[in-house]
């Protein structure tokens, strides 16, 4: 039971570290982008600007794509867990 939970928890600080790196990776990116655009093509500075809100989009997107494929592993998981349970549409 006690090895069940510690590997329980070690997978929620994973996914807690995933979704940290989800939201903060494309927004990093896409500044380094505009740095590179301002530095070696000397591109207005307002790129900077665009290149924040296509990161901050970027990142949502993968948030909800991360939090979409939790939701799909726990249900999976309640499927596998208790097949013989009623539900409401489910009477015998």
């Known amino acids: 039971m006690e090895v069940r939970n510690a590997s329980k928890l070690i997978g929620q600080f994973a996914m807690v570290g995933q979704l940290g790196l989800s939201l903060l990776m494309p927004l990093l990116m896409c500044l380094f982008a505009c740095y590179l655009l301002v530095s070696k093509l ?3 500075l307002w790129v900077y600007i665009i ?3 296509l990161g ?3 990142s ?3 948030a909800y794509k991360v939090y979409l494929s ?3 592993k726990e249900e999976k998981k309640k499927i596998k867990k208790d097949p013989n349970e009623v539900y409401f549409s489910k009477h015998i």
């Open 70 to 72: 939790v939701v799909h």
């Open 56 to 58: 901050i989009g970027a």
């Open 51 to 53: 290149g924040f809100i």
């Open 60 to 62: 949502m997107t993968t």
């Open 42 to 44: 000397s591109a207005p």
